[in-house]
Nanobody, 122 residues
Framework: VQLQAYGGGSVQAGGSLGLTCVAS????????MAWFRQAPGKEREFVGG????????SYADSVKGRCTISRNNAKTELYLRMNSLKPEDTAVYYC????????????????WGQGTLVTVSS
């Protein structure tokens, strides 16, 4: 499976941004998917995850209520819609997939995209 994330950019605090991750490979529709992010000097952290069929989602407390994760298996795409962005949301955002046991667990994921930078200015 190969992943390509795009949609990052610069936005002012309070603004919105949408990220897309395009997947290739036969196993996409059978795997959970997630977004993680990594800010400078910090570890990569879970943002949101979605089950293989899109029926179950989970979010980090820091983004709950402000972000929506979804997927389109027909297009093999994963999305993250972020609203009410804060400067602390500034990070490189990565999409990931794999045969995970716990969707929030970074170490469970076998496949990662290259990352897309989101910068939120105050």
């Amino acid at each position: 499976v190969q992943l390509q994330a795009y949609g990052g950019g610069s936005v002012q605090a309070g603004g919105s941004l949408g990220l897309t991750c395009v997947a290739s490979g036969r196993s996409f529709n059978y795997y959970a998917m997630a977004w993680f992010r990594q800010a400078p000097g910090k570890e990569r952290e879970f943002v949101g995850g979605v089950s293989w069929d899109g029926g179950t989602t989970s979010y980090a407390d820091s983004v709950k209520g402000r972000c929506t994760i979804s997927r389109n298996n027909a297009k093999t795409e994963l999305y993250l819609r972020m609203n009410s962005l804060k400067p602390e949301d500034t990070a490189v955002y990565y999409c990931a997939t794999g045969a995970v046991r716990y969707v929030e667990n970074r170490d469970d994921y076998q496949y990662w995209g290259q990352g897309t930078l989101v910068t939120v200015s105050s």
